[in-house]
């Protein structure tokens, strides 16, 4: 949704500039997820800060090269939505680890987590008056609700859950490409309000055909 904030903050001609860069910047949260899954396989005293140092190494090393490489309307889209659909079925063969119900989210938990998403949001809308427009397009797509609910996953229970919620992410990444690109041919032409509206509807309605699809040729369960 920050494709939203951009445009009314920045008006519909900066989000179509911007709008492919997205996309390029999912291959990032990619990045940022296998790099926080890779991690987890380490055990020890500072786990979880060794875990963010390599998510964010991962993201910003695949963020800063993309964002010297034009996307394509066309190949961009099909890139990244490939390289999701890989990471889906090879993670749909990873074990689930369930997570402790006795545990219980406290509040402190979901106070945590509502300041750092809105304190991420924050920072990504404010990105157009401070970088060009490739590094805010890239940046627009960072994991600022996955973020803090893989900590708090992480903290209070353990590596083990983190790396289920992390799992199953690309699944529905993969939807983000097909509502960036609605939103690239969209608000242009038809305005924010049915852009956004057309852009949801078409991303929900590729997940569903998306999981029919693995399901019925058995690459999920």
Same mark, same amino acid.
């Not at 926080?36 to 396989?41: G, R, V």
């Not at 900590?151 to 289920?164: G, K, M, P, Y």
């Not at 057309?198 to 569903?208: D, E, G, K, P, R």
């Given at each position: 949704?920050?494709?939203?904030?951009?445009a009314?903050?920045?008006?519909?001609?900066?989000?179509?500039?911007?709008?492919?860069y997205?996309?390029?910047?999912?291959f990032?949260?990619?990045a940022?997820?296998?790099? @926080?899954?890779?991690? &987890?396989?380490?055990?020890?005293?500072?786990?979880?800060?060794?875990?963010?140092?390599?998510?964010?190494?991962?993201?910003? %090393?695949?963020?800063f090269?993309?964002?010297?490489?034009?996307?394509?309307v066309?190949?961009t889209?099909?890139?990244?939505?490939?390289?999701?659909?890989?990471? &889906? %079925?090879?993670?749909? /063969?990873k074990?689930?680890?369930?997570i402790?119900? +006795?545990? /219980?989210?406290?509040?402190?938990?979901?106070?945590?987590r509502s300041?750092?998403?809105?304190?991420?949001?924050?920072?990504?809308?404010?990105?157009? /008056? @401070?970088?060009?427009?490739?590094?805010?397009?890239?940046f627009s797509?960072?994991?600022?609700?996955?973020?803090?609910?893989m900590?708090? %996953?992480?903290?209070?229970h353990?590596?083990?859950?983190?790396? &289920? %919620?992390?799992?199953? &992410?690309?699944?529905?990444?993969?939807?983000?490409?097909?509502?960036?690109?609605?939103?690239?041919?969209?608000?242009?032409r038809?305005?924010?309000?049915?852009?956004?509206?057309?852009?949801? =509807?078409?991303?929900?309605?590729?997940?569903?055909?998306?999981g029919?699809?693995?399901r =019925?040729f +058995?690459?999920? +369960?």
């Amino acid at each position: 949704m920050t494709l939203l904030f951009f445009a009314i903050e920045n008006g519909v001609d900066y989000v179509t500039k911007v709008a492919l860069y997205n996309i390029h910047g999912l291959f990032a949260a990619l990045a940022f997820s296998i790099g @926080y899954y890779i991690s &987890t396989f380490y055990k020890g005293k500072f786990e979880i800060f060794l875990s963010l140092l390599i998510s964010f190494i991962s993201y910003l %090393i695949i963020a800063f090269i993309l964002a010297n490489i034009p996307p394509h309307v066309v190949l961009t889209p099909l890139i990244v939505i490939t390289l999701m659909l890989i990471a &889906t %079925i090879y993670f749909a /063969k990873k074990e689930n680890f369930l997570i402790d119900k +006795k545990i /219980k989210t406290s509040i402190s938990d979901i106070f945590f987590r509502s300041l750092l998403t809105i304190s991420i949001f924050l920072i990504i809308s404010s990105l157009p /008056k @401070y970088v060009p427009s490739n590094i805010a397009g890239i940046f627009s797509s960072f994991p600022t609700i996955l973020l803090p609910l893989m900590l708090i %996953i992480h903290f209070r229970h353990s590596r083990f859950q983190a790396r &289920t %919620i992390i799992k199953n &992410t690309p699944y529905g990444l993969s939807s983000v490409v097909i509502y960036s690109l609605v939103v690239y041919f969209s608000y242009e032409r038809i305005g924010i309000v049915y852009g956004t509206m057309i852009a949801l =509807f078409c991303s929900v309605l590729y997940v569903i055909i998306q999981g029919k699809a693995l399901r =019925f040729f +058995k690459l999920i +369960k």
